[in-house]
T-cell receptor
Framework: EAQVTQNPRYLITVTGKKLTVTCSQN?????MSWYRQDPGLGLRQIYY?????VTDKGDVPEGYKVSRKEKRNFPLILESPSPNQTSLYFC????WGTGTENEQFFGPGTRLTVL | AQSVTQLGSHVSVSEGALVLLRCNYS??????LFWYVQYPNQGLQLLLK??????LVKGINGFEAEFKKSETSFHLTKPSAHMSDAAEYFC??????????????FGSGTQLTVLP
């Protein structure tokens, strides 16, 4: 089954304790992206990657890191989480192709709480 | 820069009534436009997309949307609401001539409630 998976689905942590949220897709997509969803703000892009070893900042990158060592994986790293990073996080992927009409496929989400 | 405005963060309709969710975009040229749906505790799922082939786009679950360039709108409609349509709906825009690889800018979402 074609899908984007994320782990963990739920995470409660404390300020300053490094954490990683994993994301994996099995569709051979070139493009992957992380979003955070907050009430009334919709989805805001954190980081994206056009291909292996190619990453760039989205609209809200502060406090986050990413890496793309393999095509299928795109982990999100919070080196020193803070309470304002409490949010619902989504990973997404899509074909890059010849235009930007490609549908993005979303993972099920990771609900992060930072105390 | 492109942006998306969804009018009405919450919309309530009775079962069987018309669903109308509004989306307006701001872009120098007509972009690609998308509607996504998010059911409770799930990720986003594509409902439909406009890619300039036809102005009236039909999607899954009986939804459709009409692209109106003069109004810079892409409103989502369904003739008869069903209880299972209760979800949050997001409009998103992507530039056709992409100087940015970010691909999608999302609106703030509209929560649809269907009343029995």
């Amino acid at each position: 089954e074609a899908q984007v998976t994320q782990n963990p689905r739920y995470l409660i942590t404390v300020t300053g304790k490094k954490l990683t949220v994993t994301c994996s897709q099995n569709m051979n997509h070139e493009y992957m992206s992380w979003y955070r969803q907050d009430p009334g703000l919709g989805l805001r892009q954190i980081y994206y990657s056009m291909n292996v070893e190619v990453t760039d900042k989205g609209d809200v990158p502060e406090g986050y890191k990413v890496s793309r060592k393999e095509k299928r994986n795109f982990p999100l790293i919070l080196e020193s989480p803070s309470p304002n990073q409490t949010s619902l996080y989504f990973c997404a992927s899509s074909l890059w192709g010849t235009g930007t009409e490609n549908e993005q496929f979303f993972g099920p989400g990771t609900r992060l709480t930072v105390l | 820069a492109q942006s998306v405005t969804q009018l009405g963060s919450h919309v309530s309709v009775s079962e069987g009534a018309l669903v109308l969710l509004r989306c307006n975009y701001s872009s120098s040229v007509p972009p690609y436009l998308f509607w996504y749906v998010q059911y409770p505790n799930q990720g986003l799922q594509l409902l439909l997309k406009y890619t300039s082939a036809a102005t009236l786009v039909k999607g899954i679950n009986g939804f459709e949307a009409e692209f109106k360039k003069s109004e810079t709108s892409f409103h989502l409609t369904k003739p008869s609401a069903h209880m299972s349509d209760a979800a949050e709906y997001f409009c998103a825009v992507s530039p056709i001539s992409s100087g940015s690889a970010r691909q999608l800018t999302f609106g703030s979402g509209t929560q649809l409630t269907v009343l029995p």
